[in-house]
């Protein structure tokens, strides 16, 4: 059984950094999509970055490019969000993801079969 752990939000200020963990266990293929996601209540669910675990390719959303950094730790099965210079607008829940085997569509969260439970991230001005 896949399972995914967040842990590394927090609050912060605007300009800081935070960088976000996602513990991965269980999955049984070889290599995978692995992406973050993030929701505000009332809006809809943002695909923020995504990494293929097989060739380490990244995919990011246009509104992070240049301030997260998604990255992994094979030997560990974690995989990580580094953000800097986050905004107000960065608050949101979150989520760790996986899916099988690429990358194509990553930025839509129904491609994605496993979830993390979330963890908050605010930004205050």
């Known amino acids: 059984q896949v399972q995914l752990v967040e842990s590394g939000g927090g609050s912060v200020q605007a300009g800081g950094s935070l960088r976000l963990s996602c513990g991965v266990s269980?999955?049984?293929?070889?290599?995978?999509?692995m992406g973050w996601f993030r929701q505000v209540p009332g809006k809809e669910r943002e695909g923020v970055a995504a990494?293929?675990?097989?060739?380490?390719?990244?995919y990011y959303a246009d509104s992070v490019k240049g301030r997260f950094t998604i990255s992994q730790d094979k030997a560990k099965n974690m995989l990580y969000l580094q953000m800097t210079s986050l905004k107000p607008e960065d608050t949101a829940m979150y989520y760790c993801a996986a899916k099988g085997p690429y990358c194509n569509e990553w930025q839509l969260g129904r491609a994605f079969a496993y979830w993390g439970q979330g963890t908050q991230v605010t930004v205050s001005s």
């Open positions: 269980g999955y049984t293929y070889g290599h995978y999509c």
């Open positions: 990494i293929y675990t097989g060739a380490d390719s990244t």
